[in-house]
């Protein structure tokens, strides 16, 4: 089932013809001529679509709380930040079909009552980031953004701006403290930012790739939408395979396939190369959790699981990887992303990338043992934000299932 990547090869994105040959925009003149937002919103409800981004929160109830908070103002934001190891399947929406993402950014202002939008986008998408402006344009020249959006009486402007490549800004709050010239650092919630988000007013936040469902589902249906993968987690998921499977890339298919099927199923990973034995799968990138072989049948749902899902990406490790490699650059990646806002992230990350560098050169001092478990709890339940909590999992994982690999049986 395809959703995001069915007209991929059809379009050019630089040409807003090839995309509204192929349906494009229809959905926003649907929901602008043909529905009231509080329609459109109860349409995504119904949909069941989740916040793709890693959190899964339902998206329909997000938009409510925005639309139904009084303010003169209210702002929309497209969350293009992306920038977690193994993540870049919102680049690749942009890079393909960046109509797709600014038709349900519409869509979304529409419904909460919007006229201000913004793309955040990670500034180290230069490509990406020109084809954007291409996109917007053009959308402009054909009236789909500006003021009297398609001869109606609704105003909507979309502006990009370029983050730093900074992790952090992932986090919605402290994507909003970028935007407004602050530090990229979390804020206290509540409130939150359906609430009083950019500039204090009711603002909305949603993943590249959650908008791009959103043309979808007005235009076919939330019944439609619902159908498709899993009951609690509905519609389908770009999935990003990397490390051993012979199939590397991005793969749409339905919430709730399982890992075994990503990985072994020639329609995606394919298996593992030659002569390649499976270790474990990381799932969601350098915050997810280690899955062994005998975990590979849960499906991958947003929702509460095992596994959480996170932003989708999948690192297929096999039994030659060396895991003191991969504990140093989880390390070294949060701890070079560690905003510094709390003690617990700041100094934690730290002291557990200075241990990491020992256990790489094989130099683990007698009390490194004991400080990791501290470390691990601290990051686990004291930090600001979920960044720290984060930065301990994989740790966490690895050091339960696979000790003698770490410590050498000290």
């Keep these: 089932m395809q959703i995001l990547t069915k007209n991929w090869h059809k379009i050019d994105p630089l040409n807003i013809d090839s995309y509204i040959r192929t349906g494009g925009y229809e959905a926003l003149q649907k929901a602008i001529r043909e529905m009231k937002p509080a329609e459109a919103i109860d349409e995504v409800k119904k949909s069941g679509l989740r916040g793709r981004g890693g959190a899964g929160f339902p998206t329909g109830e997000k938009w409510e709380l925005a639309a139904k908070t009084p303010a003169k103002e209210k702002y929309f934001i497209c969350n293009l930040d992306e920038s977690e ?69 609704v105003d909507i402007e979309i502006d990009i701006f370029q983050g730093a490549g900074a992790y952090i800004c992932g986090e919605e709050t402290a994507l909003i403290n970028s935007i407004e010239g602050k530090r990229g650092e979390p804020r206290l919630k509540p409130p939150y930012p359906p609430v009083a988000g950019l500039f204090g007013k009711p603002t909305i936040v949603n993943n590249a790739e959650t908008l791009a469902n959103v043309s979808y589902i007005i235009k076919r249906g939330a019944k439609v939408f619902s159908e498709i993968g899993a009951a609690v987690s509905p519609g389908t998921k770009l999935f990003v395979l990397e490390g051993a499977v012979k199939n590397r890339g991005i793969h749409e298919a339905p919430l709730g396939t399982t890992a075994q099927e990503l990985v072994y199923n020639s329609l995606y990973g394919g298996g593992l190369e030659d002569g390649k034995e499976f270790w474990f799968a990381q799932i969601g990138g350098a915050s997810g959790r280690l899955m062994p072989v005998g975990k590979l049948d849960q499906p ?66 007698e009390r490194d043992r004991k400080n990791i478990e501290d470390i691990l709890w601290t990051l686990s339940n004291t930090t600001f934000c979920p960044l720290g909590n984060f930065a301990s999992v994989a740790w966490s994982d690895a050091i339960k299932m696979f000790p003698d690999k770490i410590f050498n049986d000290q």
């Design 300 to 365: 991958l749902v947003y929702g509460k699981c095992e596994y959480p899902l996170g932003c989708g990406s999948i690192f297929v490790a096999d039994k030659n990887a060396d895991l003191k490699d991969l504990l140093f650059s989880w390390a070294d990646f949060f701890h070079r992303e560690s905003c510094g806002k709390c003690v617990p992230c700041r100094e934690g990350t730290y002291r557990l990338w200075e241990i990491a560098k020992r256990l790489k050169s094989d130099d683990l001092l």
């Design 85 to 153: 190891p193994g993540a870049y399947k919102d680049r690749i929406i942009a890079e393909k079909n960046p109509h797709q993402i600014i038709e349900g950014l519409l869509i979304g202002a529409f419904a909460v009552g919007a006229k201000k939008a913004f793309i955040y986008i990670n500034g180290h998408y230069q490509k990406q980031d020109e084809i954007l402006k291409i996109a917007l344009e053009q959308a402009r020249e054909k009236e789909f953004v500006g003021r009297s959006v398609i001869g109606s009486a």
